[in-house]
T-cell receptor, first 115, second 115 residues
């Protein structure tokens, strides 16, 4: 069965600093990988996804993530964080077939941005 | 912005009550999902409906009963719940077409408190 580990429960960065959120996965096949963001009182919004091809994927809000098969990682990065990026970030891995998405989510990383 | 609408946003119910959560998607998708989000735990997939048929039931107690009358609407009927069922219940949808399945689009959730 697939699993996702987000080793950092909380991260605090200063506005304008760079950000990297870690995600490691365990999956027996080529994974489909996602990053979602959740603001307080909101549902999850898709930031970016990796299905195949270029291992560096660009997402919304200036985020990017790099798939590294050798490290089983899919870390999320942003070169300069804005105060509005404060939220909870979830990495997910999944099997997508007919019959719906079977996504497994990590426990999330809470990002705090200091002004 | 969300094309998935959930009502109510908040619900407080006693253990002997019967209530229902409603989800409506305006994205033309044909698969819908219920997830449970509890504090300090990963999102738990509860049910998946694909083309209005239930294709996934992740060992959810029978006090939770889903209903999908059409591809745009999804309900979660609740009865005789326990305090540990208090959580944020998220609805999501995606588009299935052959072997392709779009990423999940989430609603803002219903915050359920069982007293």
């Amino acid at each position: 069965a697939q699993s996702v580990t987000q080793p950092d429960i909380h991260i605090t960065v200063s506005e304008g600093a760079s950000l990297e959120l870690r995600c490691n996965y365990s999956y027996g096949a080529t994974p489909y990988l996602f990053w979602y963001v959740q603001s307080p009182g909101q549902g999850l919004q898709l930031l970016l996804k990796y299905f195949s091809g270029d291992t560096l994927v660009q997402g919304i809000k200036g985020f990017e993530a790099e798939f590294k098969r050798s490290q089983s990682s899919f870390n999320l990065r942003k070169p300069s964080v804005h105060w509005s990026d404060a939220a909870e970030y979830f990495c997910a891995v999944g099997l997508i077939t007919g019959g719906g998405n079977k996504l497994t989510f990590g426990t999330g990383t809470q990002l705090k941005v200091e002004l | 912005e969300t094309g998935v609408t959930q009502t109510p946003r908040h619900l407080v119910m006693g253990m002997t009550n019967k209530k229902s959560l409603k989800c409506e998607q305006h994205l033309g998708h044909n698969a819908m999902y219920w997830y449970k989000q509890s504090a300090k735990k990963p999102l738990e997939l509860m049910f998946v409906y694909s083309l209005e048929e239930r294709v996934e039931n992740n060992s959810v107690p029978s006090r939770f009963s889903p209903e999908c009358p059409n591809s745009s609407h999804l309900f979660l009927h609740l009865h005789t719940l326990q305090p540990e069922d208090s959580a944020l219940y998220l609805c999501a949808s995606s588009q299935e077409k052959g072997s392709y399945n779009s990423p999940l689009h989430f609603g803002n959730g219903t915050r359920l408190t069982v007293t």
